[in-house]
């Protein structure tokens, strides 16, 4: 017997679960309805067999499309779940898919989630056992245009791994295959690069090692996540460091896996010469709770209703929509009747009293009983066939053109992001509005940007395209429109919008991350940078962009100068001094903050500042000593 899911975990039926309920009780009367024409000779065998025959495939469809939506929905919390820091209950929900799911696609992608948390705790043995699995694992044929992003993530995940544990050639093979493919996303060919440096690195070639970050800078600060980030960093600073410095006198570390380890340790365990230079990655949210909890009530009705009418796209009129599927059908009809009319027009007519000839077996016994259903069948087949191949086509143009704008070719990447956009498919569609929409928003365009969400939601315009997009394509839609409200002071449009989000798209698996996202724009915008500081207090693994990152680190400089030292002062300075396009994003979206940092008077200043607050520290800490000794006398 299955196992339950467990309902803390608060996973609701997938939206596609009615659309293929439709397709397992259409397809089961159409089964019904073939056997019974076969069975009671209404038609004979040549009309039944095909009916049959389409109606089990469609029902097998249904029930292969509900198993697999359940299956995402249960991945992908789990994935939100190891952001948000919460390992213990994500790898009860990846058992509960491992237990539940035949699908090898959800299998491959649990492999290299299971490899993903190995990682962070610093268990690389574990880690590379799960790559390899994730790797090595059978292809499903039915999600065959699916897989081939998720086999060259599982390569780069393991070239990383392998040159972590010392395996040159395995690395480099695994870095030549993911750098070839053409489904090699931007954080694909980011972390493949990072494996690169860490070769570089442990080969001791310091002047390959800095030519390497800088030709690829961009990827390896832009698309890394948050520890993978901090290592290029770690690396730059080791690059800078003189030969009398820190350099090669880490302190030796616990070798020991464990559940969290700190930046430091995790990049000891992955790099140990860089370790000593690791500097926290930007940490965990905290109190971005609110954002899904009481935004409800500190949200006004007003905003609570725009936000239900916006996450409710314009839908297509219902009888268009009904009449569209009622012509499909006849179609499908008509070209049944017209084959099994076709195969049968050999048959000599009967005439009253006159014994009917027997048929030719040739025609009679193997046409119309066997050709008939086996071209239904292929022409059943070549459709999913086609389909496949085309979203494939589909994919490899999206993936260079995200690509393109990865590697500072930006003009031909929204180019090509343009003419997808233009797509008759709607969800390949949305899918481009939303890569639009990120690209202008990195630019600081906002109101460009909330243009193009708007325009990806309206094509995800019948129940059929929100279905396929309830995954990641719709929230994501979402959690974007959402940080451009807070971006743009439409505080109770973004606050209402993400409560909206946590409510009907729980199982999103960067709802965490989105959540972190808006909360620091909407702590930044009001100007309370005290606040926003307070979002980032200890570290995590929620996977930031460079640009979030860097918010969070400068509303961390301004509310404490002292705490965060004169080093990173200076280096943020210098990242918004050389980074144009991350200051331009920076005063569009979060302006007051960037004033506050700005008023940080020279590095030295934050040295004296820091030592202020430890002497007055020190002072108190004695009067508190002092008052407890004469506490301790009186009595």
Known sequence: MARELPARFGITPHAVRRIANRHILLGGVMALTGATV????????????????????????????????????????????????????ASELLDYAEQTCRSSYIRRVIDVQRALAAMQRGDLADALRRADAAVTRRADLLAWHLEQGTIVAAHALRALLRASTGDRDGAAADIELARSSAFASPEVLARVELAAAVLLERAGDRDALRAHL??????LVEHTRPRERALVRAYQRMLRAKASSVYRTGTKRDEEPSEELSAADWASRVSPDAAPFMRAPAPLARGVEELSRAAVEQADASARAAAEGRARPHRRPAMKAAGRRLLLWVVLVVAFLAVWQFLSAGRPPEAPGVERLPPEPLVDSFALVWLSPLAFVAMFIGVVLVNMVRARKTSERFVAAQVALARGDEQRGKDELAALAGSRAPVIA??????????????????????????????????????????????????????LFAAMDRSADARAEMALLAERYASYPYLEKARLRVALALRAREGDIAGAARLTEREAD???????????????????PGAAGAGEVERLREELRVDAASRRWFAAIAPAALAAFEKIGDPGEAEALAEAEALAEVEASAERVGAQARDAGMA
């Open 542 to 560: 929620v996977p930031l962009n460079a640009r979030d990152e860097l918010l969070a680190d400068v509303c961390r400089a301004a509310a404490c």
């Open 214 to 219: 800088l030709r690829k800078r961009r990827l």
């Open 430 to 483: 949305a899918q481009a509005h939303l890569s639009l929409a990120e690209l202008s928003e990195r630019r600081g365009e906002l109101t460009e940007a909330l243009a193009a969400c708007e325009a990806g939601l309206a094509r995800l315009d019948t129940d059929v395209a929100r279905a396929m997009a309830a995954d990641i394509l719709l929230p994501g839609l979402l959690a974007e429109r959402a940080f």
């Open 38 to 89: 076969s069975l009671t000779g209404v038609g004979g065998a040549a009309a039944g067999l095909p009916l049959g025959i389409t109606g089990a495939l469609v029902a097998a469809i249904g029930l292969r499309t509900r198993a697999m939506g359940v299956s995402a929905q249960v991945v992908n919390k789990a994935h939100n779940l190891a952001a948000a820091g919460q390992r213990e209950a």
